[in-house]
């Protein structure tokens, strides 16, 4: 079983844009990438502003949202209190038999987690536990501005402390737009630009990029070049292929 592990900092820090565009670029450079939500709790399965809706979209996927997720709840709270809440249980294993479903179907499964790096999350195991058992690598996002050295460099120590590796980060805007005229838009690169070089010299982690606010992307092209324009697609692709011993394309 091949793929990425797709976690944050935080919630709401933007893990379903990251791994639904960065699957939708890669695609476009001709790997067969498909995409993963074990758990998605706050929306029905077929909710189009769930996680499973929004990454079938971003990704360009032909995936059913029942094959990208295999437990949709209602309560929106961490999966495994909204496991309780619903009354019912989910265990390891059936998660790692819905993500070798989507290996089969395709070379990479990107899988987005919930939450942050430590979250409880099945009815017998927590994130990191999927993580280390999928044994696939981290992909961590997090936020782009001010905080997020000290929540990114944190991360990466817990995730480093269970042996998990990490590929690397992805810094994400989110709905942060900055008009050209913006008085603070030059602090708030450099503020970027430098959270970047903290993260790397302090855990020799890469920083693949800044993803911009994306919301005015409606065609896949324009997904395609405003991730190639901002994030090192090619060096995450790479680094897969040397995880996975496979040429480069
Ligand atoms: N790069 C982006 N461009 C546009 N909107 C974004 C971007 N990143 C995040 N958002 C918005 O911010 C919110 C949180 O992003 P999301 O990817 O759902 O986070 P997570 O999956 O980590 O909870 C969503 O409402 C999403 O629409
Ligand atoms: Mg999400």
Redesign the pocket.
């Known amino acids: 079983m091949k793929g990425l592990f797709i976690t944050?900092t935080?919630?709401?820090?933007?893990?379903?844009?990251?791994?639904g565009?960065l699957a939708c670029a890669l695609r476009h450079r001709g790997y067969d990438v498909g995409v993963c939500k074990p758990i998605q709790s706050g929306n029905h399965l077929d909710d189009p502003e769930g996680?499973a809706a929004?990454l079938k979209r971003l990704a360009g996927v032909s995936d059913s949202v029942s094959d990208i997720c295999l437990c949709a709840l209602p309560h929106p709270v961490a999966p495994q209190l909204a496991l309780k809440l619903s009354g019912l249980d989910l265990f390891l294993d059936h998660v790692l038999s819905f993500v070798g479903q989507a290996a089969k179907r395709h070379e990479w499964v990107f899988v987005?987690g919930a939450?942050g790096v430590a979250v409880p999350y099945l009815s017998d195991a927590w994130l990191v536990d999927v993580i280390q058992a999928l044994n696939f690598p981290v992909l961590l996002?997090a936020r782009a501005g001010l905080g997020t050295i000290n929540h990114t460099i944190l991360s990466i120590e817990y995730l480093n402390r269970r042996g998990i590796r990490v590929l690397g980060v992805v810094l994400?805007?989110?709905?942060d737009t900055y008009a050209d005229d913006a008085p603070d838009k030059q602090i708030s690169f450099l503020l970027e630009r430098t959270n970047s070089d903290y993260i790397r010299e302090a855990t020799g982690v890469p920083v693949f990029g800044v993803?911009?606010?994306?919301?005015s992307c409606t065609v896949e092209l324009e997904i395609v070049n405003a991730v190639e324009q901002n994030i090192d697609v090619l060096g995450i692709a790479k680094s897969m292929n040397a995880i996975y011993e496979r040429p480069n394309v």
């Open positions: 944050a935080d919630t709401e820090v933007g893990k379903t844009w990251v791994t565009v996680d929004k987005e939450g996002v994400n805007r989110g709905s993803l911009p606010n994306m919301s």
